[in-house]
């Protein structure tokens, strides 16, 4: 045998065992995480809370345009001497109505909230959380919660993507409960 072939196959071994060992250690196997250059974990998704739209603010003067003054005055117990209107905008295309008592206070407040299930939902937990209020709920699938405030009391539900809320003055949640069932039925949520 000359003394190049017997070298042959050493060298055909070892080539073969670093091609072997190569692409074990480069390849791409399947359940074969890489290290990130950065160090860092891959992002896990969070979940963000929906949004709870502020609380409308009264603009310009009324009248409520499906809540009359005689209503309120019905349900709340009180003269109403002025009503005062909220702007509209895309998640609230009625505007809030703020029925005064004779003091120029706030005795009666209409907000209805027109978005998403979540955002309507949210709103409704702002202002009647469901760990604090008592269970409120109305024909038609309309749910939330009522309960006394430091200032009376409200009267809140959501249906789908819309919220009817309700705050009075009086300590008792019977007439916002009252008024809701108006504005309901008068927009014909």
Not at 43 to 56: G, S
Not at 77 to 82: D, H, N
Request: aromatic residues 4%; hydrophobic residues 45%; proline residues 11%.
């Amino acid at each position: 045998m000359s003394p190049s072939r017997r070298c042959r196959p050493v060298v055909v071994a070892v080539a073969a065992g670093l091609l072997s060992f190569a692409a074990v250690a480069c390849g791409d196997r399947p359940g074969t995480t890489i290290p990130s250059k950065h160090g860092s974990a891959p992002a896990t998704p969070v979940a963000v809370p929906p949004e709870v739209l502020p609380a409308p603010q009264p603009v310009a003067d009324g009248p409520c345009r499906y809540l009359p003054a005689a209503a309120v005055q019905s349900a709340n117990g009180e003269r109403v001497v002025a009503v005062r209107i909220s702007a509209t905008g895309p998640e609230q295309p009625q505007p809030a109505c703020f029925f005064l008592a004779g003091n120029g206070t706030v005795q009666l407040r209409t907000w209805i909230v027109a978005a998403t299930p979540q955002v309507a939902r949210a709103t409704v937990d702002a202002v009647a959380p469901v760990a604090s209020s008592d269970l409120a709920e109305l024909p038609g699938g309309w749910s939330g919660g009522s309960q006394p405030t430091v200032d009376g009391a409200v009267f809140a539900v959501a249906r789908q993507g819309t919220a009817v809320v309700i705050t009075t003055n009086q300590r008792q949640t019977i007439g916002a409960r009252q008024i809701a069932k108006q504005v309901i039925a008068a927009l014909g949520l």
